[in-house]
């Protein structure tokens, strides 16, 4: 038994020495789960990263990107990352508030946006839009705008995620207030009947959804390409709203306290360069910030893209993020 | 009295010195969260209106939830141990004990299954009556059909234990005193399991008071949310850690007052799992139909849910699943983390019981308020998860190791086998407590006689009565840290990754399918030590 426990800490000892070994920079980004997950960009980022940059990169996962940055705000001066990566543009704000980022000073000219990017510090890998996914074998009569959810008969249901807990969730929010700004609490009294449940996060939404509990879920324009793509189903669509739709932007950006700065920058850039671009479809199954040669992945092509990216801008959302989220709670209590 | 607690003292020490030391984590984790949060008066770290709203609703729905579980747990218990002899019932205990134990989101869905607006139930009587229940499962309704689910399986299987330890004598005197049912339960029943009624609805009580996914995914409004919820929001979403603290502190104190509430001071009648005697004659008829269909009603909603995660699971591609790398590691981690914590749970659960009941034994120490301070004091330290909530001893765990020289995976591992001990405590002791006061209110002072100590008093005098309790106790907290999401995953660790952590993963990128896969071999592993394990300690007779 003591020889047992005394190898096995000589194999923990020696674990701890392999990555020192190799003498090569480690580069440490935090990003949530589904990004690090071994069926996530995550793995075939670092292969190809790691190709180019002489380095190592490591990824630790939170359970969310706002996870991440509450970890780097605790663990202050002594934190271990370099970059913070997965953040919604419309929680950006809360962390640029913190002080911790550093302007990527990257050329921003070239990027494939609905919107013009004009951020110094968080720079976009991915984008997609919220909206409401429907199984088409099931849901024949479908709303095209908010204004036809409201009228739709009552046994109409949708299940949506708490916008204090999920970003879909957080997306449908603000995509009601930018539409109906002062009236965005009258809209929700009337939305409230439809709503069979609001779920903490995403999973537990679109879980509940696929077993047929509801006839739309809130979720993001790019959901029926997995389908097309993973599991060969067609049924699953995109209602089209046609007052827009809200956009989602992840970005990334540098902590002013990483040691290898350059190499950051280098991950940055990568992130908006072809390679990763071939990546982020069928992996985060959401658009890339690059057009590649490539053009992206087949089933891609049949989704519903709005024709306008509705978005909010980041000092209004700081501003009255508590206020709306008041709102929003006051209006749809029962 | 100091002479008796000297007497004592190699009881006492072993289960105080644990009871003290996690009193004393839960002090550091308040303390290191104080020292660490920003004392700036704009952080507005006040109660609101809504909050006291939130309180308010906790508590009613918990109160709500006990009541029903109790009660139909109770029901369940009583008809199972008059119907002793019916096939399958073996397995058909196990499976009480599994839903409990599943990780809670799996629970849901297995509930949504059968009962959802697209549910088993709708649909049957949507095509035989043309005719649905429509959305009943989600609202307060589904709050309390979720609660009463989980819990009130833990209450029959702990309450059968009770009932089943009644003396047959006592039914046969019974009997020849012609009581009518009522009186039978009334006078000979309910004083046996009385005490346990007590400790086990606290336990169930602060289980639905701490509920978070439930209340979140089946409550369908803010208005049905709980204090953890708002726990949740202060720390990660505000970041607002002295509001945290505040509300933490509340639940501590409900928690706190719920103890002191339950706490027993003075022992009831004793008893324990005596003679094999059989009891030669049979229910009257009527009452015969009465518990065949409590318990066949019961099995059928106890059990549609589990059959609907395996026909979930069915489907999954288990053959990807396997070949995943990262599946194999977090099982393995899971493995040894459950059994780790389950030998540990046990160990201490057994230790804090044998030093509590000697401060609620007048034979041992004389009653005092002296007496009963400690009583409570070692109670509360083995309710301390349900007290403490899991965000905040993540985050408290989470600062330790940012205090530390301690490299963070020595931390990561503590606080995760930290909190799957605490876990499993309130259960552990809960089922452990009772009959090892009864022990020693019947045997002490045969023991004494025979100078039966140590070991040997263990050996000859308690382990016969309590193995079956303690594979069962093993067997709960060996498949809690299956199930559970663990600590970590909140703040994440690359170095520990769980089964249940592995299976959210699934679920949140598209792979509802794998995740309904893996619920599937968590629903087997667990089953399999509920029916296995107690199968082993019976036949681990002592030499």
């Known amino acids: 038994m003591n020889k047992l426990l005394k190898y096995g800490f000589y194999i923990l000892f020696l674990t701890t020495l392999l990555p020192a070994q190799t003498n090569k920079p480690t580069l440490v980004v935090y990003a949530y789960d589904s990004f690090t997950a071994s069926w996530g960009p995550a793995p075939k980022v670092k292969k190809a990263f790691e190709k180019v940059c002489g380095c190592n990169l490591e990824f630790v996962s939170t359970s969310s990107a706002i996870g991440a940055l509450r970890k780097i705000q605790l663990e202050g001066a002594n934190t271990k990352a370099d970059i913070l990566l997965g953040l919604d543009k419309s929680s950006a704000n809360i962390a640029k508030k913190t002080g911790l980022f550093m302007q990527h000073h990257i050329d921003t000219s070239k990027l494939d946006l609905p919107i013009s990017w004009n951020d110094k510090e968080f720079l976009p890998y991915d984008y997609g839009y919220f909206a409401f996914v429907y199984d088409s074998d099931k849901t024949k009569k479908v709303p095209n705008s908010f204004e036809e959810l409201i009228a739709m008969p009552k046994d109409f249901k949708i299940i949506i995620q708490d916008p204090r807990s999920s970003t879909p969730g957080l997306g449908l929010m603000l995509w009601i207030k930018k539409i109906y700004e002062e009236k965005a609490s009258e809209y929700w009294k009337k939305l409230s009947p439809y709503i069979l449940t609001i779920t903490k996060g995403w999973s537990e939404a679109y879980g509940l959804f696929l077993k047929g509990e509801a006839d739309m879920v809130l979720s993001y324009t790019t959901s029926p390409a997995y389908h097309i793509i993973a599991e060969n189903k067609t049924n699953y669509k995109t209602a089209d709203f046609k007052e827009g739709h809200y956009g989602q932007i992840e970005v990334s950006a540098i902590l002013k306290s990483s040691q290898h700065k350059k190499l950051a920058k280098e991950f940055l850039e990568f992130t908006i360069s072809e390679a990763f671009a071939n990546i982020i479809p069928t992996t985060n199954w959401s658009y890339p910030v690059m057009k590649t040669k490539n053009g992206l992945p087949k089933g891609f092509y049949s989704l519903h893209v709005p024709s306008k990216m509705l978005l909010i801008d980041d000092e209004t959302i700081q501003k009255h993020r508590k206020e709306y989220l008041n709102e929003w709670l006051n209006s749809i209590k029962k | ?543």
Request: some cysteine; hydrophobic content about 55%; overall charge positive.
């Open chain 2, 1 to 543: 009295m100091i002479k008796n607690i000297w007497r004592f003292r190699l009881s006492i020490l072993p289960g105080s010195v644990i009871s003290l030391a996690i009193l004393f984590l839960a002090f550091g984790i308040f303390y290191i969260l104080f020292l660490n949060s920003n004392h700036d008066a704009s952080s507005s770290a006040f109660i609101t209106n809504r909050i006291i709203g939130l309180i308010k609703f906790t508590i009613f729905q918990a109160f709500l939830s006990t009541i029903l579980a109790m009660l139909i747990g109770t029901v369940l218990a009583w008809s199972l141990a008059h119907q002793s002899t019916f096939r399958g019932r073996d397995f058909l205990v196990a499976l009480l004990s599994s839903s409990l134990v599943l990780p809670t989101l799996i629970v849901v869905f297995g509930i949504i299954s059968v009962l959802g607006q697209n549910g088993w139930i709708n649909r049957v009587l949507l095509y035989l009556f043309d005719y649905s229940f429509g959305s009943f499962v989600y609202g307060l309704s589904g709050i309390l059909i979720a609660h009463v689910y989980l819990n009130a399986s833990f209450v029959a299987r702990s309450l059968l234990h009770v009932f089943e330890s009644i003396p047959k004598e006592r039914y046969k005197l019974a009997k020849s005193l012609n009581f009518s049912v009522f009186n039978r339960f009334w006078l000979i029943e309910f004083p046996a399991i009385k005490l346990s009624l007590k400790s086990i609805s606290s336990t169930v009580f602060l289980l639905c008071f701490t509920s978070f996914a439930i209340v979140l995914t089946l409550g369908g409004s803010p208005s049905y949310n709980t204090l953890e919820v708002a726990i949740y929001e202060a720390v990660k979403l505000d970041f607002n850690i002295p509001l945290a603290l505040k509300l933490a502190l509340i639940q501590l104190l409900i928690t706190m007052v719920l103890v002191f509430l339950s706490a027993n001071f003075q022992a009831a009648a004793t008893n324990i799992k005596t003679s094999g005697t059989k009891i030669p004659w049979n229910e009257p008829k009527k009452l015969q139909y009465f518990q065949v269909f409590i318990i066949f009603f019961s099995t059928i909603l106890f059990i549609l849910p589990l059959i609907s995660i395996f026909i979930d699971g069915l489907g999954a591609d288990f053959k990807r699943i396997i070949s995943d790398e990262i599946f194999i590691k977090s099982l393995f981690t899971s493995l040894a983390i459950a059994t780790v914590s389950s030998i540990l749970s046990v160990l201490f659960a057994l230790l804090i019981s044998d030093a509590r009941r000697n401060f609620n034994i007048n034979h041992r120490i004389k009653k005092s308020k002296f007496r009963n301070l400690i009583n409570l004091v070692i109670s509360f330290s083995g309710n301390i998860y349900l007290a403490i909530p899991s965000l905040i001893l993540g985050l408290g765990f989470f600062m330790f190791s940012l205090n530390s020289q301690i490299p963070l995976l020595f931390w990561a591992m503590l606080a995760v086998l930290c909190a799957n001990v605490l876990m499993s405590l309130p259960f552990a002791i809960s089922i452990l407590y009772s009959p090892m006061l009864k022990i020693a209110q019947r045997y002490d002072k045969l023991a004494f006689a025979l100078n039966l100590r140590g070991s040997k008093r263990w050996l000859y005098c308690e382990w016969p009565y309590m193995k079956s309790s303690i594979s069962y106790v093993f067997a709960l907290s060996f498949c809690l840290s299956l199930g559970d999401l663990g600590v970590i995953a909140l703040f994440g660790s690359n170095e520990i990754t769980t089964l249940p952590w592995y299976l959210y993963q699934l679920m949140g990128s598209y792979q509802t399918k794998d995740g309904a896969g893996v619920a599937l071999i968590l629903l087997v592993l667990t089953l399999s030590i509920f029916i296995f394990l107690p199968k082993v300690f019976k036949n681990a007779r002592h030499r």
